[in-house]
């Protein structure tokens, strides 16, 4: 009875041993395949990357501007008065000397007018009268009947008066400058009880172009703008249309890369799918802070090549000067390059870069590689030395600084304990 108990007892430490056995085995295979599947699947551990690559590189400052005409000016009358008239409307297009207003002037102007144009009367009718008195006392000089000091004396006065009267022209044409009598023969076609020959005065388009603004109404009182002391009232504006330059204002951090003649692109917002091909045509030699503001800008005027009858005086647009540019050259995306910065003598980074690194996968891990970069835009960077067509970096490579910098200073950490412990012994 006793040795089949024993049996029994043997037989089933025996299956306890064999399951414990199957089961360590299942374990060790099962560890076996996890170690086989890490080292035989090493792409799982390399993230995102970017290959190496022939392109271009473009590098480009974005900024708005406003677009506007080269050429305008404000039509101001020469004389103060009320408009009569207005022949013209916003958005026509006029020729130079075109007849714009007409406006009757106010009473003080026209007695000033009237005076001075009697003034030149008066100076013109005592000019002959003296003309004549001398030519008579030339014949009575001839025939020994006066002195030649008698004849001095009323050539003097003879010549005195030419001068007057020249002056009076003089003052009497600077008065009426560019304000020639409404009866010209551009009006010929107006209403002759509409036109008073001396009273009513023309306005007339200085230049040929386009009607930009119309400021009056017909009615209104306008004030002259001869006088040094008084702005005068804008009556129109007229510009070319023909010739258009966007004016945008660029800080004084990139003012030092900005070059007239620099290619430049252009993209209104009111025709987003257009561009038009531009240069820098002239920069202010002087920056203004603008109000409220605290960085120094600078106004950039740049002509555009291809101007469009679409675009219009004060439209928004958004402008790209193209800096510098490198095409079929090899380029990584920015993200794949990392600048480490210099140090100054007390450990703290300075705005200065040191070099530049990148992390090329070699199979199972990364490899820093210093490169040497070219030009930079702001998504794309010309690589130089250090790298080939066709290697594979990490598109990650502030991430990989650290994580190297990190195993660096736990490994450092790592090495200096066993010296601590035996210095706290």
Not at 84 to 96: D, N, P, S, Y
Not at 147 to 172: D, F, G
Not at 178 to 200: C, H, N, P, R, Y
Not at 263 to 285: C, L, N, W
Request: proline share 3%; charged share 35%; glycine share 6%.
């Amino acid at each position: 009875m006793e040795d089949a108990i024993k049996k029994k007892k043997r037989k089933k430490r025996r299956r306890r041993i064999v399951f414990t056995l199957v089961f360590l085995a299942v374990i060790a295979v099962a560890a076996i395949g996890v170690r086989m599947n890490v080292k035989t699947a090493p792409d799982d551990m390399k993230g995102p990357t970017a290959k190496v690559e022939y392109g271009g590189v473009l590098d480009r400052l974005t900024e708005t501007g406003t677009i506007e005409l080269v050429r305008s000016v404000e039509v101001k009358s020469k004389i103060s008065g009320k408009i009569k008239q207005i022949l013209v409307e916003e958005g026509e297009t006029v020729r130079a000397n075109q007849l714009l207003a007409i406006v009757e002037p106010d009473p003080n102007q026209t007695l000033q007018l009237y005076g001075k144009r009697a003034a030149v009367e008066r100076a013109r009718i005592e000019y002959l009268e003296k003309e004549r008195e001398w030519e008579r006392n030339q014949t009575l000089f001839d025939k020994n009947l006066i002195a030649r000091q008698e004849l001095e004396k009323i050539e003097n006065l003879y010549r005195i008066a030419h001068n007057a009267y020249k002056q009076a022209q003089l003052e009497q044409q600077i008065l009426e400058r560019e304000m020639t009598a409404a009866s010209s023969q551009e009006t010929a076609d107006l209403d002759a009880t509409e036109i008073t020959q001396l009273d009513d005065f023309r306005i007339v388009a200085p230049i040929s172009g386009l009607v930009i603004a119309r400021n009056v109404e017909a009615g209104e009182m306008v004030v002259t703008g001869i006088s040094s002391y008084m702005v005068g009232t804008t009556m129109f504006q007229i510009g070319d249309p023909s010739e258009m330059i966007v004016k945008s204002s660029i800080s004084e951090v990139d003012l030092g890369r900005l070059l007239e003649g620099l290619e430049v692109r252009i993209v209104a917002d009111s025709y987003p799918d257009d561009s038009y091909a531009g240069r820098v045509k002239r920069i202010a030699p002087v920056g203004r802070i603008k109000q409220g503001e605290s960085i120094v800008t600078f106004e950039v005027e740049i002509e555009i090549l291809n101007p469009d009858t679409r675009l219009r005086q004060g439209m928004s647009c958004d402008i790209d000067i193209i800096m510098d540019r490198r095409e079929n050259v090899i380029v990584l995306p920015v993200e794949a390059v990392h600048e480490v910065m210099r140090k100054d003598i007390e450990g703290e980074e300075t705005s200065e870069i040191d070099h530049v690194l990148a992390y090329k996968w070699i199979g199972e891990d990364y490899e820093e590689v210093r490169v040497e970069i070219g030009l930079q835009s702001s998504n794309r960077v010309e690589i130089l030395t250090g790298l080939s067509e066709g290697d594979e970096v990490s598109s990650e490579a502030g991430k990989k600084y650290k994580e190297s910098r990190d195993k660096e200073a736990e490994a450092k950490a790592e090495a200096e304990a066993p010296d601590k412990k035996e210095a706290d012994r």
